[in-house]
């Protein structure tokens, strides 16, 4: 099947990509038919079976076994690396909260980092006294100066750098690799926001040495909202307490006592707790079949990578556009600017038109998600959109509200 065909069958099993131009998979990416199907699927089985029969017990089972094998066959990691989670921050929370911080412990992270990650940071200065230093990377374009900055705000006192594998902000893609290699120097430890990396670029994360990875489902690997997974590098697993704790905690639910024993399932599965909405486990575990059988990893990174490419290009090509977003990583996403216009009231204005992205408050921008369903068709529309709109007068552009 040539590539013209295949995505011609993406895109019919993604009717939003026949409907509009969308453009904004960082934030929520498309949902295919094998999704819905499965979510629909399951629901009627629950519906006519019941919620809590033994049956549905077992499959639920199954399906977050096969869950936890396809996030590893992703990222390159044993499934007993992985736990599932709801989303990206719950990731972050469980390994910020799962270490054993001391007063005056420092955590330094960064001006690329995403409120999932530097909210629980907050919470931890004001509950146990951490000092969390903020590292300006925004503009910042070698690699190697990257590396030295956050270097330089290494101490003695330093336990982790958090900071994001791909920034939500700019699009930058950040050298891990270097990060953790550095970091582990220092003695210290790496815990990785991946919500806009997975599924969008090739992972190998044990080679990588970073230890913590939280990854969604529901952005670039276009599976439903409440899904996602953590890598816990198996050698820092005794390192990260639970914080959460349920039956699903446990190696058998019915290993505990009542003078306080229990037994966690062995892994990075004793982190997950306790009832989850089971169709969307299922729908997820469908659609990660689909994306690695059907579609295939190889075809999905390159399409991103050339599409983003293709943007970069185009954007930087037309007059009164100031890219953010620094050339090479094509990660996907791209933020910039039309000069002297509102990016809330662009953004309104494209929505119009059917042409989906987003503005971000920090930088106050627009920011466009190329996917691998995408076609360079989509790109053009998009920037010929934005021509029009830099054809006119910034003040009839419609109100955001």
Known sequence: MS????????????PVTQEKVYLNTGTSGPLSSVTIETL??????????????????????????ALRQAF??????????????????EGMNIALHGLDFQAGDEVISTTLDHQGGLLPLYVLRQRKGIVVKMVDL???KSDAEIVARLEAAVTPRTRLILFSHVAWNTGQRLPMAQIAAMTHQHHALTLVDAAQSTGAIPLNL??????????????????????????????????????????ASLENSSLYDYDGAFFAAPGARRFEVGTVYRPAVHAMAANLRW????????????????????TFQALNALPGVKVITPEGGQSGLITFNLEGYDPARVMVKLGQENIVVRFLPHPYALRVSTGFYNTQNDVDRFIGALEETLSGSPDALPDFE
């Not at 295939?296 to 293709?310: C, D, N, P, T, V």
């Open 3 to 14: 590539n013209n065909d295949k995505l011609a069958l993406i895109r019919q099993a993604m």
């Open 138 to 140: 925004m503009g910042i």
């Open 40 to 65: 629909n699927k399951e629901n009627a089985r629950e519906l006519v079976s019941g919620r809590a029969d033994s049956e549905g017990f077992a499959r639920l089972g199954e399906a977050k076994l």
């Open 291 to 310: 994306l690695s059988e059907s579609v295939g990893w190889e075809f999905i990174f390159e399409r991103i990578a050339g599409l983003s490419q293709y």
């Open 206 to 247: 044990p080679a990588s040495g970073v230890d913590f990875y939280a990854m969604p489902g529901q952005k670039w690997l276009c599976g439903p909202e409440g899904t996602g997974a953590l890598y816990i590098r198996r050698e820092r697993l005794s390192m990260v307490q639970q914080t959460f704790i349920g039956y």
């Open 72 to 89: 590893a066959a992703l990222s390159g990691a044993s499934p007993a690396e992985i736990a599932l989670t709801h989303h990206t921050t």
